[in-house]
């Protein structure tokens, strides 16, 4: 078992499944977990490490099953977590020859990749197209927090700054999963603030697509709304100074 400074690896298995947001975090980084403790020997790769939840956990899954976990964060995390099976990279993980001269077994593919350091609509989709081809076929890229909802007015972490981020997050996804469709499965939890989680079908080495431009009708129906509110109000003023 993985000696973890900051997480208490029993307290969080006894929670999982259990009611209120405790019960709704551990179940959902336990999901981590589950997907790599039923492979054989994975290469496991997580970006953002800080207090090492989902690295205490993805440690865990990799020492039951002869596995690898490597993690990347932009600052000092070494101390996150102790196991003979664990690998911690300082680095931006955006840099991915660094990365991979730190790592050269994640060439070979990553059977799962973590995602959960920069929150921007434009460093996700920079992981996603420039990691997304070391993913091996079958593989599966998770995402921490893909729901926005606790950001938002009134909710539990009412936050006006950070929530065009955690909006931003899920929309990149969503749009980067549209424009791979035939590639991929994806699946979001909701909850606390949320784990997507997608399977890549496609073989290892495969360039993606990246996002699609999606566009809402809003700005069109609102701009019809206003051509209409228009007209009706000039027929209303024309009607009166007729009268
Ligand atoms: C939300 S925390 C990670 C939490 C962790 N996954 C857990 O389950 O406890 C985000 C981390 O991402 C790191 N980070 C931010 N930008 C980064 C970047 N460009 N490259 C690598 N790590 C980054 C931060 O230093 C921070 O430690």
């Known amino acids: 078992m993985p000696d973890c400074t900051y997480q208490n690896l029993e307290a969080l298995r006894r929670a999982e499944h259990q009611p209120g947001l405790e019960g709704k975090v551990a179940t959902l980084h336990l999901k981590l977990y589950h997907l790599v403790a039923q492979m054989t020997a994975p290469v ?15 440690a865990a899954a990799c020492e039951e099953n002869g596995g690898w976990l490597y993690s990347v964060d932009i600052a000092d995390c070494s101390a996150a977590i102790r196991s003979p099976v664990w690998t911690f990279i300082q680095s931006d993980d955006l840099q991915v020859a660094e990365i991979l001269a730190a790592a050269p077994a994640l060439r070979d593919g990553v059977h799962l990749l973590h995602i959960d350091s920069a929150h921007s609509r434009e460093h996700v989709e920079q992981q996603l197209l420039r990691w997304y081809p070391y993913v091996r076929q079958g593989g599966y890229i998770t995402f921490h927090d893909v729901d926005a909802t606790p950001y938002l007015a009134g909710q539990r972490k009412d936050d006006p700054r950070h929530e065009p981020e955690a909006l931003g997050v899920p929309d990149t996804i969503r749009r980067f999963f549209y424009a791979n469709e035939d590639a991929l499965f994806l699946e979001f939890h909701f909850g606390s603030t949320g784990m997507g989680i997608m399977r890549k079908l496609a073989p290892l080495g495969t360039r993606p697509q990246p996002p699609l431009k999606l566009h809402t009708r809003q700005v069109q129906v609102s701009l019809a709304g206003l051509f209409w509110t228009g007209r009706a109000l000039a027929a209303a003023l024309v009607k009166r100074f007729l009268r």
Do not use: I
Request: glycine content about 14%; proline content about 0%.
């Open 44 to 58: 496991v790769l997580e970006f953002g490490v800080d207090k090492g939840m989902s690295t205490c956990l993805l």
